[in-house]
């Protein structure tokens, strides 16, 4: 059940706090650990004859408690997510070789994890937010065979990557915050990309809180209690999560079952954002 948005405003510094001391326990998830790394998988509701699935690696000093928010809300459209951390208990999270090797052990298991809900896996959207989504390009500019598609969260730092021609979409923010540069992160992956790409850039918005006057929405703001050090101490309006989530949905659809254009992805928000689009120019 999720709060009204006024009373998420009076309990937004005591939620950040349990969030970063106790974790998130209101979501429906198994924890795996594997021989490279540890893994958590949000099934979607009910039985399924064929599942897509997210896979998302974590970012710098995060772990796969970080997004159960953001899972809950992609999984209300009947995908699979799963939240890898293929450096558990270590702080940088951007070795391709280990994402990989992670992400084959996920194909090779999540059959068997997902009987119950999924009777088959259609395709695997592979990512990762920040560190993590660093690590899902250069492993899958190494190896193209280990995606489908691409979605990640604004990944850091892409500007010395090499091109991927798989559908591709990216967020990220027409500003640097918690010192990611934007010209470096989403910005960088799209212009990485081509072939089927999409951008959601989130425009500045900037309002008071217990921080002061600081950006609504910003590089942490996909994180259950944000990243260590990088907070504006206000909740994420669930309204983020809720436009993540269906521009998701829009690009699965797209790519896979319906027709690839910028009106099919061209989704209604909250989040002030600008969608760039296969030769969209930024």
Known sequence: MRFTTSLRQVLAPLTLLATLCFGSSA?????????NGDVRVHLPSGSNSSCDVIVLG??????????????DAINSYG????????????????????????????????????????????????????????????????????ADAMFSID???ISDSANISLPY???GFNFTTCFVTKEDAAQAAYEHSSGNRAFYRVEATYSWGPCGYSPKYFHCSFCDGHCPACTNCQLTPDSFFDDVAASVDA????????????????????????????????
């Open 155 to 157: 990944p850091y730092d």
């Open 79 to 146: 995908y699979a997510t799963v939240i890898m951390d293929q450096n558990v208990g270590g702080l940088t999270k951007t070795d391709a070789d280990d994402y990989a090797a992670l992400v084959s052990e996920v194909k090779a298991n999540l059959p068997t994890w997902a009987a119950d809900s999924c009777d088959a896996i259609a395709h695997y959207v592979l990512g990762g937010h920040s560190a993590g989504g660093m690590a899902a390009h250069n492993a899958v500019a190494a190896d193209t065979t280990l």
């Open 58 to 71: 974590v970012g710098t000093a995060m772990s796969i408690s970080s997004y159960d928010t953001l899972s």
């Open 251 to 282: 690009f699965v659809q797209s790519v896979f079952y319906g027709t690839w254009s910028k009106a099919a992805l061209n989704i209604s928000t909250t989040t002030p954002l600008t969608l760039f689009v296969d030769t969209d120019t930024l």
């Open 27 to 35: 979501f429906a998830y198994t924890d795996y650990s594997l021989t």
């Open 169 to 171: 979409m990216v967020w």
